[in-house]
């Protein structure tokens, strides 16, 4: 059956397949659109020939997580990651802005050999995960090593409680339990892929639910200001429920302290009635 610009890859080594790599045409739209920030992680068992589903997601519009085509290795090796990589290359012609992966110098090797442009940075919450398992069970449970390792992560802009609570829940715990739920370590290739399709049609199909909600829907705005009409018309429902909160805050929660002029340029202390936060706005 022909398939409208579908990319597949494979690698096999002493007639056994040690690499898989497949990208639809949905797959490729969505990565046009989605490009900005890609991660991918190969901690998922896809079947009972122990090959590891690599897929490579980004966040669309709405917030959520969007699948951008799947691979499965056989190895986590660099030469392994390095095929990946340029048969992900082959199918979107071009690299993502950047590319988050998890703690590995075989993914990291195989990222500087083939992306010259894109920014490499590392999952925290993947590396927060591994911690207990990396300290000695008595330093991390009986001392104060977890506060001072927290004082050395974060810093004013991001805390722990809110990285915690806030992006663990909306992305990577979230990705990891939609993977796992269609992953199974005695399946066989025909079962997964079906599965994997079932589990890519949910998907999708929540996409266009939102898409068509915010295309039909009219937003419903607290209070009537120009800004929030605004923004209702240039963001999806879902992002903008979340503008319309910041907007109230910054309304109603936010007092102009001082204002300062010097060679054209604008200085305004903002100061928000929580106490001791201050930012500086400079335009």
């Known amino acids: 059956m022909y398939v409208p610009n579908f990319t597949f890859r494979y690698r096999v ?23 900005d920030i890609v991660s991918f992680d190969a901690t998922f068992n896809s079947n009972k020939y122990n090959i590891k589903l690599v897929p490579f997601i980004g966040i669309d519009n709405h917030g959520k997580c969007v699948t951008l085509g799947s691979r499965m290795l056989l190895h ?21 802005t950047m590319i988050v992966t998890d703690q590995d110098g075989s ?8 992306f010259k442009k894109a ?26 090593f977890k506060e001072r390792f927290d004082k ?9 409680l809110k990285f915690k609570e806030k992006w663990t829940t909306s992305r990577y715990k979230s990705e990891n339990s939609f993977f796992k739920s269609f992953t199974s370590p005695g399946a066989t290739h ?3 892929m079906m599965s994997y399709e079932s589990t890519m049609e949910m998907q999708r199909y929540r996409q266009e639910a939102l898409d068509f909600k915010t295309i039909e829907a009219a937003p419903k705005c607290e209070i009537k200001l120009e800004i929030k009409l605004h923004a209702a018309q240039v963001y999806t429902r879902t992002i903008f429920l979340l503008v319309q909160t910041k907007i109230n805050e910054g309304c109603w929660n936010c007092t102009i302290q ?14 928000d009635k929580k106490p001791n936060d201050n930012r500086s706005l400079f335009h």
């Open 13 to 35: 080594e002493n007639s056994e397949l040690v690499a898989m790599f497949w990208a639809d045409e949905v797959a490729k739209c969505n990565y046009k659109e989605f490009e």
């Open 76 to 96: 986590e090796d660099t030469k392994s990651y390095t095929w990946l990589l340029n048969a992900f290359m082959t199918a979107f012609s071009h690299e993502p």
């Open 107 to 114: 993914m990291k090797r195989a990222i500087e050999a083939v």
């Open 119 to 144: 920014k490499h940075r590392l999952c925290m919450w993947h590396i927060m995960q591994k911690i207990p398992s990396k300290i000695c069970k008595e330093i991390y449970d009986e001392t104060n």
């Open 152 to 160: 050395i992560v974060w810093n004013m802009f991001i805390e722990p």
């Open 190 to 192: 025909v079962s997964f």
């Open 258 to 271: 001082d204002l300062k002029k010097d060679e054209g340029c604008e200085t305004v202390i903002i100061r």
